[in-house]
């Protein structure tokens, strides 16, 4: 009976731990991760890449680590971007989770072409997998498979889909370029239990927000907030760069405070934000500086590194 408790408690912390996504912020990811409505969007007429890895490390056992791949580009004379997004998320040697998403955005200038209004759609395959065998309780606990009749399958596939909206002022000398969007993850809340039961993926709001600065022709700071919500799960992310850029060269320096809500516990970090570029290909970096949390004997650490190849265009 003992054997057969503890079975049922890692089952279900695998699916428990799984109903949320991954941690990001907006300096380390690629918008796409977090709003499709960024497809192709602030005048970039070319090409965006966005690659990196990114940990979120808890003792033994529940890790969250994540390899990212962002690709999209504007046609149409920027009046439609297209893009993918691509991740492979890993917890440890046992659970892996994978999406792979087309985007597509529509965009529209409005106030003489200061602004532009876009809409967003992102659709395509979700995966959360299991090696049952790797397991650290694999082996005493197999023979009571049979018994109780649990037969957990070792991965799921679903469709999933994403909305979101933003607004942006044009123009990349100005003096204040503020933008703000909203998204809706997984809007049909795809059942990804691995049981035979439900256990639905629930639906994620975010809210972000945040403006570049112009100090003068060599200093920008930018300061943005998001705001997510995922069932029992609040975030708020303030965060706050300075960018200094000469010709094709850049440098970047910055903090966030990152507030994460559970009904049972909060999360408080501090991180460093860092970035290094030179003709359109940047480095980023993000890591965690201080944590204070309610949760007993946690030693976390976090971070990001990772590129992004910006072909840009002013408009």
Not at 97 to 116: I, K, R
Not at 120 to 134: I, R
Not at 135 to 151: E, H, K
Not at 171 to 190: L, N, Q, T
Request: glycine share 8%; net charge neutral; with cysteine.
């Amino acid at each position: 009976m003992k054997r057969y408790f503890c079975l049922l408690i890692l089952v279900f912390s695998i699916q428990f731990l799984f109903a949320q996504d991954h941690i990001i912020s907006g300096f380390a990811s690629s918008p796409l991760s977090f709003n499709p409505a960024t497809t192709g969007t602030f005048g970039n007429q070319n090409l965006r890449v966005y690659t990196g890895y990114g940990w979120d490390h808890f003792p033994v056992l529940f890790d969250d680590n994540s390899i990212n791949l962002s690709v999209d580009k504007s046609l149409l004379k920027e009046h439609l971007g297209i893009g993918v997004n691509l991740l492979h998320g890993f917890g440890n040697d046992f659970e892996n989770t994978d999406y792979a998403m087309l985007s597509a955005a529509y965009h529209s200038g409005f106030l003489d072409n200061q602004f532009t209004y876009s809409f967003g759609l992102q659709g395509g395959l979700l995966k959360h997998s299991v090696d049952w065998d790797q397991m650290i309780y694999r082996d005493p606990i197999s023979p009571i498979y049979d018994s109780v009749y649990i037969y957990p399958t070792d991965h799921i596939m679903v469709g999933d889909f994403n909305l979101g909206t933003l607004i942006f002022r044009n123009g990349d000398m100005i003096k204040i370029r503020p933008w703000i969007g909203f998204s809706v993850s997984h809007i049909f809340e795809p059942n990804l239990s691995l049981l035979n039961l439900s256990y639905p993926l629930p639906r994620k709001l975010i809210i972000h927000a945040g403006s570049h600065i112009r100090l003068n022709r060599f200093f920008v700071f930018t300061p943005r907030v998001m705001y997510s919500r995922q069932k029992d799960y609040r975030t708020l992310d303030l965060e706050g760069t300075m960018k200094y850029q000469s010709g094709k060269f850049l440098v970047s320096l910055g903090n966030s405070y990152e507030h994460s809500k559970h009904d049972f516990f909060d999360i408080n970090q501090v991180r460093l934000l860092a970035s290094i570029g030179y003709a359109g290909l940047e480095c980023r970096m993000e890591f965690l500086l201080l944590e204070f949390n309610q949760l007993v004997d946690i030693n976390q650490s976090t971070g990001f590194i990772g590129l992004c190849w910006n072909l840009h265009k002013s408009k």
